[in-house]
């Protein structure tokens, strides 16, 4: 076996694959606890295991793997040497190792050592890694949108979780309770639309257009979607702080309407943007990690739907499981290629034996068992929520296990083939006499 | 459709359509079509025993083109007759899909 050479610019590869193994092995945890516990969509979903399988699938799993592509992403995007590539070697290990006790503490009904020192360990993880990605931004400034909305939703990344671990204070001590209220809208937005939904504007305006070889075009909508989400951050900080200050409840209340407004302007802004990329793109037949990240925008207009009648709880669960969850899983498989990659034959210089084209590092029969998992499971936890049917709630659990298996495995494979160099070309690449 | 490559030859210890042949075989690991359909290539120049090849990629800041420039300079120093192969990756005029040839195109689905 070949071990990957350092990349340059970025930390070593290993620090990122396995981020990203990780990653997906979460994912496959979470569906089989919630195979063996349904009722936690079906049910109360402020439950001591609700509130962990959130967090599990928010950390472990997309958190994760979008550390794991900091460690390598900025310096791409940025065009630099990302600033302490070792960090990461202190980072990864410390958010996995909170995250973990994080989400055991909620499962053990909400232990307040265990969440302050879980939580402790995610902030103080993921504060390191934006400092890396501003300190990379300081030293090469981003040039385009794009860019600096990645910058952007990595900082508030580290807000969402420095919120969390505020109202996990406040929700053990009186005292801090009474210093910063009750911040749970406020962790929520600010992780969902400040760190994912930003993220995944950013990075995929950047990925979508190389893989879909999508050109020109204007850039006012990535503008809007970054400046959006400044607004929707701000409103609901206001919405928080209210209450604290003694300012009048209807002021909350209209910067609540407010920031939601303001989020389903980003979200059709994203919508529009995804399908204004596609038009343009003069690759016309998209491979199929590319197609479940564009799959992922039809739950933007469903959690449009479930927020519309009444439950914000089923269009978070669409939000999140749906949109961020899909859109995670396409380039997780396009960004791990790309990386192991690089990494193995990034100076290959053998006229005689050609490195293999990307697409012959992964399984693709893998694929329609990736999306139709994620994206059935996605649907069906989102009718559990708003139904409360247990039946709903185990076949979502059943088609995430499937996809979510099937995702790991196909994950294995880009490395196992990357590292072992044992790919066998599926594909003969064209040429002509 | 041929490719718009310009050769130049100076002196030329191998003529500059024989290289060009050769870089066929510098496949896009993403794409899986070889530099020269894709139209990446905008000129070769031998010079003597040497070869000098200007390149573009599709997209500005591709993750792979450490490797495309890599196999490039493999491929020239390969070809009989060329002792020294080099590469500068350009993006002035930046790659349109004008510049693939049908089969390319084709493979991309735009037929």
Known sequence: MTLPRAASGGAHPLLPVSALVGGALALVAGAAWLLAEPQAISGFVGSPGSVALTHLFTLLFVTLIYLGTLQQLPAVLLVTDLEWRASGWVTVPLFVSGAVLLVWGFASGFRPIALAAGGGAVV????IAAAQVLATARKSPPKDPASRGLVTAVCYMFL??????????ARSSPLVATAVGYPATLHQTTGIIGAFMLGIVASGHKLLSMFALSKGGPLWRVRAAIALTHGVVALSALAAVAPLAGWPPTLSRIASDAAILLVSFVAAMQFIEVGALLRRRLRRRLEAPVERYVLAHAFLPLAGVMFAVGSQTAAAVALLLGFVG????????KILSFLTWTSAFGAARDAAAPPPLLKDLSRAWLEPVITAGLTLGALAATLAILTGSLLAARLAASAL?????????????????TLGRQWRPASTAVTTK | MTTNTVLTEVGAAVPARNVLEALKAVIDPELGIDVVNLGLVYEVRVTGGSAHVELTLTTPGCPLHASIEAQVVACLEAVPGVDDGSVDLVWDPPWTPMSMTDEAKRQLGFF
Do not use: I, P
């Open chain 1, 124 to 127: 103080v993880a993921l504060g």
């Open chain 1, 160 to 169: 969402a979780v420095t919120l969390g671990l505020l109202l996990a204070g």
């Open chain 1, 326 to 333: 899909l859109a995670v899983s396409g380039m997780l498989v």
């Open chain 1, 401 to 417: 296990l499937v996809g979510s298996s099937a995702q790991l495995l196909q994950v294995l494979t880009v490395v196992m083939r």
